[in-house]
Structures are given as structure tokens and as C-alpha cells.
């Protein structure tokens, strides 16, 4: 663990049902540096625990299609 590491909140479509949390969980471990996620399917977000930007996180959800943004 890393003090370094901050957990940004992001918002993603489509974002609604296991497939969908798979990609992201998939193309975010590809990505690396990411400590831990959790998804809210309810909410549509998905919180990150990263030393990541959060613009490099935002890029990475892209690659899956979808599209992201940070929430405060
Ligand atoms: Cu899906």
C-alpha cells in the first residue's frame, strides 16, 4: 500500500450489468496501479483506488467503449 494512493469516483456508461463491470475491472487491472475497485451498478460509477490520474483511469475506461467521467 501507498500513501500516494487517492480513490477518485467515476461515472460510467453503459455501466449495467456483470459484463459491463468485468471490462472495466479488466482494462483497469491491464492499466495497473490500481489498487482496488468497487462498482455501484445502481449509481452507474465505479470507485478506483489508484496513485493513477484520473484522466489516465478515464482512458483506460474508454478503451472498453464506454465512457467515463470523475464525480466529486
Ligand atoms: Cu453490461
Redesign the pocket.
Known amino acids: 500500500m501507498s500513501e500516494n494512493q487517492t480513490t477518485y469516483t467515476f461515472e460510467v456508461e453503459?455501466?449495467?450489468?456483470?459484463?459491463?463491470?468485468k471490462?472495466v475491472e479488466k482494462a483497469l487491472n491491464n492499466l495497473g496501479g490500481v489498487e482496488s475497485i468497487n462498482f455501484d451498478l445502481e449509481k452507474k460509477t465505479v470507485a478506483v483506488k489508484t496513485a493513477k490520474s484520473p484522466s489516465e483511469i478515464i482512458e483506460a475506461i474508454k478503451k472498453t467503449g464506454k465512457t467515463a467521467k470523475i464525480t466529486e
Open positions: 453503459p455501466m449495467t450489468c456483470s459484463g459491463c463491470t471490462a
